[in-house]
């Protein structure tokens, strides 16, 4: 797995799906990155069904090109983790 990769299949994707939900329920503007979130999460079962059909070809490169998607939108949604924590008032 490489360095700017969180997760190597559906199994590893929901754990750090998981772990981001944490941390978004900690911020109270939060609507829009919910929904990213839930969006993203729902990839996941694709990317299972995707992993079969790859196991059964012995070709990777579907599971490739849809894990590389689910990485840029969270790489998104943690952008949006860190701007929506900055913007936290004090106290929080």
Not at 26 to 31: C, E, K, L, T, Y
């Amino acid at each position: 797995m490489g360095m700017t990769e969180k997760f190597s299949n559906a199994i590893e994707a929901r754990k750090y799906l998981d772990s981001l939900q944490v941390q978004i329920k900690r911020i109270s503007f939060n609507a829009d990155i919910r929904q990213i979130w839930a969006n993203v999460n729902t990839m996941v079962d694709e990317l299972s069904t995707i992993e079969v059909r790859c196991r059964q070809k012995n070709n990777w490169n579907a599971a490739d090109r849809y894990r590389a998607k689910m990485h840029e939108n969270c790489n998104l949604i943690e952008k949006y983790i860190l701007m929506l924590t900055l913007m936290e008032p004090e106290g929080n």
